[in-house]
């Protein structure tokens, strides 16, 4: 990422970068185990979205993994280990938790995937507002191969991709192409893996360059509406719309093309 100022993190498990564009990266950095999400690591990305989404000068925010894969879903490892019901029961708490943090987050957030993304590292890019893969980028929700059918990742790919698509990976547990995730719907852009980088900056820059509170306001209307009613739907984003045109940045954005010339945001 260009012009970064800022690198943090809290534990070794996620690393934080922010830029002077309000950019900033989410990394998973777990390399050696294809970024698995253990109890830790789910808990360090919480908070990582939690500091990002508290942030002012955050517009956009990308999550990535580090190494030779995006995520590769929980950590069998650590799940057989601990076989207790209070663990199994946290785990999958958390993660739900985790889920739901990108989901709530005022922030947009864009999935930059490379490698493979399976099980609940293929529910991470499905949660995220948009997606961008590399070509040679793999999606899987192989958990009925394993007997361990991936419910909650089905939350969230069901949610993506048509019932006929979600349950073809769902029950197959089989590699899906980046191409093919494409076709779906699943993901939004396929680019060559050198050009990736720069498909998720031109993204984030063009997001970072939109008023903060529209963006806060969308997003949260998006994931509202979702589930309501065709009728309660048109009747909440029908105030929506009437809360968002009393803001300063929807006058001021209105004025600015009748007047021909480029918004002046202040986010209120």
Known sequence: ???????????DLVVISKDTRGIAAITINRPNAYNALSLACMAALIAAFEDCSADTEVRVIVLDGAGKGFCAGHD?????????????????????????????????????????????????????????????????????????FCSTPMVALSRNVSSKHAMEMLLLGDFVSAQRACEMGFVNYVTACEELDQKVNELATKIANKSSLTLKIGKQAFYQQRDKSLIDAYSYCGQVMVENMMSRDAQEGIDAFMGKRQPQWEDR
């Open 1 to 11: 990422m260009d012009t970064q100022i800022k690198m943090k993190s809290t534990t």
């Open 76 to 148: 069998l490892a650590e799940l057989r280990a601990h076989p207790e019901r209070d663990f199994q029961e946290k785990t999958f708490s958390t993660c739900s938790q985790l889920m739901l943090s990108i989901i709530q987050s005022p922030k947009p957030v864009i999935a930059k995937v490379h490698g493979v993304a399976t099980a609940a590292g293929c529910q991470l890019v499905a949660t995220c507002d948009l997606a961008v893969a590399a070509e040679n980028s793999r999606f899987a929700t192989p958990g009925v191969n394993l007997g361990l």
